[in-house]
């Protein structure tokens, strides 16, 4: 593992300066750091700021265009959209990568506990993957599966070597969306069946078919978006009707009291499953999809054998069972290279995306040869899917996770995570749990943990504002908005961890006092 970035030089994680290493820098940090300079009749001394990991990359001079002048074509040039989703009040202006970390168009450097939503797995610019890509791209860029050339086999060959049987047919597509489309194209051909179930709060895309899917308001339109879609209760042992402290397979359970005994709310959510066979859907279904950790949903884990005892019902109804591993997979969580595993499922179709070619657009379908067949009756092509370079790069990323041991990672310093963050929670009232496994992880907040309502978005902001201004980039998530994400490059260490975990805890106080 690449560690020229990740070492951390000295014995103390705090000090008075600027984590952005300028006596200039610190000045204007102070200065515009909220908390900071809001007056009062009280006089504070300003709070000890963690001191950022060195790392040993240097940047790039950023000489292009003003930040003003990037505004002003972000806001009427590009989509509204893209404005809309700009995280923080105060933009981050990103102009160069390495591993775990970014750097913006100042400077100033940030460690990166988002990833580009959850999709750089093996860090920026990874030196083993980019060497891959160069080579590539000096050799062919694109042709595509009309022709017979050696990047798309041998990576197919790869990718299903790491898949148990019989899930050893890959289809290549574009992104995870387009990959989820055309799972429920071939989930509806296979069984001749047409709807499609998926949990509430779950996220699978921004097309139109897989929009139907997700089961989020902020993602819907009031258009018809996708028909045969239905969504049951989502199984959240900690915002759902029932749930405990021994319900789900991660290193943290949840501090909700509750007196089932254990298998108990896996029943209660499955009855609500079995339910809409008699209110919604008819008697025999096309899928059932789900990832095996919601991902846009915050990181909600399910109780154990849910999905094991859904999987069975499923195909008792003539559906196939489809998990996407779009966030989930290559080892993310840690204990299993994919999500389904830790389930003790077999699924009858996996999609994946993000991770699997570390930003570089792809996604694939994998399925059975028996389902795979029934894909024949039409032709359907896509154009960019499995192209040669985003073959070579995604077989470049398997082979880093590999031999870095990535996915050992994942286990050890994402276990180191959660039971650090647990600490925090029952250190202040407003974060009400602490899920996850590997470097999948969601921290809900609440306004109180007896409530369990969710923290307001002005609160929310707040934290999610210090965070940024102390040198850490997270995401947020959940139905509410409520559930900061911590989803990094799996290339962090320990060391970063304490830094991350230090602003975490400096930035929830910061709230805490304003409260």
Same mark, same amino acid.
């Given at each position: 593992?690449?560690?020229?970035?990740?070492?951390?030089?000295?014995?103390?994680?705090?000090?008075?300066?600027?984590?952005?290493?300028?006596?200039?820098?610190?000045?204007?940090?102070?200065?515009?750091?909220?908390?900071?300079?809001?007056?009062? !009749?009280?006089?504070?001394?300003?709070?000890?700021?963690?001191?950022?990991?060195?790392?040993?990359?240097?940047?790039?001079?950023?000489?292009?265009?003003?930040?003003?002048?990037?505004?002003?074509?972000?806001?009427?040039?590009?989509?509204?959209?893209?404005?809309? &989703?700009?995280?923080?009040?105060?933009?981050?202006?990103?102009?160069?990568?390495?591993?775990?970390?970014?750097?913006?168009?100042?400077?100033?450097?940030?460690?990166?506990?988002?990833?580009?939503?959850?999709?750089?797995?093996?860090?920026?610019?990874?030196?083993?993957?980019?060497?891959?890509?160069?080579?590539?791209?000096?050799?062919?860029?694109?042709?595509?599966?009309?022709?017979?050339?050696?990047?798309?086999?041998?990576?197919?060959?790869?990718?299903?070597?790491?898949?148990?049987?019989?899930?050893? &047919?890959?289809?290549?597509?574009?992104?995870?969306?387009? !990959?989820?489309?055309? !799972?429920?194209?071939?989930?509806?051909?296979?069984?001749?069946?047409?709807?499609?179930?998926? %949990?509430?709060?779950?996220?699978?895309?921004?097309?139109?078919?897989?929009?139907?899917?997700?089961?989020?308001?902020?993602?819907?339109?009031?258009?018809?978006?996708?028909?045969?879609?239905?969504?049951?209760?989502?199984?959240?042992?900690?915002?759902?009707?029932?749930? $405990?402290?021994?319900?789900?397979?991660?290193?943290?359970?949840?501090?909700?009291?509750?007196?089932?005994?254990?298998?108990?709310?896996?029943?209660?959510?499955?009855?609500?499953?079995?339910?809409?066979?008699?209110?919604?859907?008819?008697?025999?279904?096309?899928?059932?999809?789900?990832?095996?950790?919601?991902?846009?949903?915050?990181?909600?884990?399910?109780?154990?054998?849910?999905?094991?005892?859904?999987?069975?019902?499923?195909?008792?109804?003539?559906?196939?069972?489809?998990?996407?591993?779009?966030?989930?997979?290559?080892?993310?969580?840690?204990?299993?290279?994919?999500?389904?595993?830790?389930?003790?499922?077999?699924?009858?179709?996996?999609?994946?995306?993000? $991770?699997?070619?570390?930003?570089?657009?792809?996604?694939?379908?994998?399925?059975?040869?028996?389902? !795979?067949?029934?894909?024949?009756?039409?032709?359907?092509?896509?154009?960019?899917?499995?192209?040669?370079?985003?073959?070579?790069?995604?077989?470049?990323?398997?082979?880093?996770?590999?031999?870095?041991?990535?996915?050992?990672?994942?286990?050890?310093?994402?276990?180191?995570?959660?039971?650090? %963050?647990?600490?925090?929670?029952?250190?202040?009232?407003?974060?009400?749990?602490?899920?996850?496994?590997? %470097?999948?992880?969601?921290?809900?907040?609440?306004?109180?943990?007896?409530?369990?309502?969710?923290?307001?978005?002005?609160?929310?902001?707040?934290?999610?504002?210090?965070?940024?201004?102390?040198?850490? %980039?997270?995401?947020?998530?959940?139905?509410?908005?409520?559930?900061?994400?911590?989803?990094?490059?799996?290339?962090?260490?320990?060391?970063?961890?304490?830094?991350?975990?230090?602003?975490?805890?400096?930035?929830?106080?910061?709230?805490?006092?304003?409260?």
């Amino acid at each position: 593992m690449h560690k020229v970035c990740s070492r951390l030089h000295g014995p103390s994680l705090f000090r008075k300066t600027d984590p952005w290493n300028s006596v200039d820098a610190c000045v204007k940090f102070h200065k515009d750091c909220g908390v900071l300079c809001q007056k009062s !009749a009280v006089k504070h001394p300003p709070p000890v700021l963690p001191q950022i990991p060195p790392c040993d990359f240097k940047p790039q001079p950023y000489q292009d265009m003003s930040k003003d002048r990037l505004l002003d074509i972000r806001k009427n040039n590009c989509n509204p959209m893209t404005m809309k &989703v700009t995280y923080y009040k105060k933009p981050v202006f990103i102009n160069q990568g390495y591993m775990q970390w970014l750097w913006d168009v100042d400077g100033r450097r940030y460690m990166d506990l988002f990833a580009g939503v959850a999709t750089v797995s093996v860090g920026h610019c990874n030196p083993k993957v980019t060497e891959t890509a160069e080579k590539q791209l000096r050799r062919l860029w694109h042709t595509t599966a009309i022709y017979v050339y050696p990047q798309i086999q041998e990576y197919a060959e790869k990718l299903a070597s790491l898949l148990p049987d019989p899930l050893k &047919v890959v289809y290549f597509t574009n992104s995870g969306s387009e !990959a989820n489309d055309l !799972a429920v194209l071939m989930a509806r051909l296979y069984t001749g069946n047409f709807d499609v179930i998926t %949990l509430r709060g779950s996220y699978h895309g921004g097309s139109p078919q897989a929009t139907g899917l997700t089961s989020n308001a902020d993602y819907k339109y009031p258009i018809l978006s996708s028909m045969g879609c239905h969504n049951t209760m989502c199984p959240d042992v900690f915002r759902g009707l029932w749930g $405990g402290s021994h319900c789900r397979d991660s290193p943290v359970q949840t501090i909700r009291e509750c007196s089932c005994s254990p298998g108990t709310n896996t029943h209660t959510y499955y009855q609500k499953l079995k339910e809409m066979f008699a209110t919604t859907v008819p008697n025999r279904i096309a899928a059932f999809f789900a990832e095996p950790i919601q991902g846009v949903g915050g990181a909600v884990q399910f109780p154990k054998n849910y999905l094991k005892d859904t999987y069975q019902f499923v195909r008792e109804k003539g559906g196939i069972c489809i998990a996407d591993e779009v966030q989930t997979g290559f080892g993310r969580t840690g204990s299993h290279f994919w999500g389904f595993q830790g389930h003790n499922v077999l699924p009858d179709m996996v999609t994946v995306a993000k $991770g699997i070619a570390n930003g570089f657009p792809m996604g694939a379908v994998v399925t059975t040869a028996e389902i !795979a067949r029934s894909f024949g009756k039409g032709v359907h092509f896509n154009t960019f899917g499995g192209n040669p370079l985003a073959c070579a790069v995604a077989s470049s990323v398997l082979d880093t996770i590999k031999e870095d041991k990535m996915q050992e990672n994942s286990t050890e310093v994402g276990t180191y995570l959660l039971t650090e %963050l647990a600490k925090l929670r029952d250190k202040y009232e407003i974060i009400g749990d602490v899920r996850g496994k590997g %470097l999948q992880i969601g921290v809900e907040m609440v306004k109180d943990k007896a409530s369990r309502d969710p923290l307001p978005p002005v609160a929310m902001a707040e934290i999610f504002e210090d965070t940024k201004d102390m040198g850490v %980039l997270i995401g947020k998530g959940g139905l509410y908005g409520q559930t900061f994400r911590i989803k990094p490059p799996m290339c962090i260490t320990k060391d970063d961890a304490d830094f991350f975990l230090a602003v975490f805890n400096q930035a929830v106080q910061n709230y805490m006092e304003r409260r």
